[in-house]
């Protein structure tokens, strides 16, 4: 067993790795978006990976999701938890609260989401889009670390890199969304692509635009409750690592099997 980490703000130091050391790769599907750092927490072995860069200069539509996800999978990383700024589309999903995101909506476009677009075609089932393990264990630690965290929810992820319209803020509340972020599609379709299991815990960092009695989201808004908030991921992900365990026949490590025409 091998985890995955995807994020940055502090994931990426190397002081939380026991034997760290920083690894330049390069993919069939081209340059991941930083080097890897590899080490140990609590004896596991962690593959760290910063989606938008060491000093996130790749925006959400150009971040090579496909070089990600394989760089992690030709380490061996069976499973990958990753965090992810949002904002909120729910009252009470407050700034600095987590959420253990359960479903997604694709309002992205033009993003490669799969790795089967020459000779094969994979239909990968997307019901049940996060690893069930996975999110338990990030549920349950977050409530032992006593962080204010919500079980489940469902992410809309636009394309970005702009915020939304007040408009379309509403029409997400509409649809059910519970939170709003730019980068968890297609990370997660392409890990169940790839056989690794994926969960994501999204860090609410504003209410969007459709909360009229609050300041507009601007990115000083996001990055001040983000910064306050970074360690507390780290503490998460730390603290729960030693809680996942193996399961080869989980679903995110077996759908692929059955999903490919040649």
């Known amino acids: 067993m091998k985890i995955g980490i995807i994020g940055g703000s502090g994931l ?3 002081k939380i790795l026991k ?3 920083e690894i330049n790769v390069d993919t069939k599907f081209g340059k991941p978006s930083s080097p890897l750092t590899v080490g140990k927490i609590d004896g596991i ?11 996130h200069n790749i925006h959400p539509g150009k971040v090579n999701y496909r070089a990600n996800i ?13 965090s992810s700024a949002c904002g909120s589309l729910r009252e009470e999903i407050k700034p ?9 909506i694709d309002r992205t476009h033009g993003r490669q989401s799969t790795f089967y677009d020459e000779d094969n075609v994979a239909h990968i089932p997307m019901a049940e889009p996060f690893c069930n393990d996975l999110r338990n264990a990030l549920f349950e630690t977050a409530k032992e670390l006593k962080f204010k965290v919500h079980e489940k929810g469902t992410v809309v992820t636009i394309q970005g890199p702009r915020f939304s319209s007040r408009a379309e803020s509403h029409m997400f509340r509409s649809w059910k969304a519970d939170v709003i972020n730019m980068s968890t599609v297609p990370e997660c379709v392409l890990a169940r692509e790839a056989g690794i299991c994926y969960a994501v815990v999204c860090m609410s960092t504003d209410y969007d635009c459709w909360h009229e009695s609050e300041e507009s989201v601007d990115i000083q808004m996001v990055l001040k409750t983000f910064k306050q908030n970074a360690e507390k991921v780290v503490r998460l992900f730390i603290k729960a690592i030693p809680k996942i365990k193996d399961n ?15």
Request: include cysteine; hydrophobic fraction near 40%.
């Open 45 to 55: 072995d962690v593959v760290i990976l910063s989606r938008h860069g060491r000093k």
């Open 12 to 14: 990426e130091d190397p």
């Open 19 to 21: 034997d760290a050391k």
């Open 248 to 262: 080869p026949e989980c679903y995110c490590r077996t759908d692929i099997k059955g999903a490919v025409i040649s």
């Open 70 to 82: 394989w760089a992690l999978k030709e380490q061996g990383v069976t499973h990958i938890i990753a």
């Open 96 to 104: 600095g609260d987590f959420v253990v995101i359960d479903q997604f």
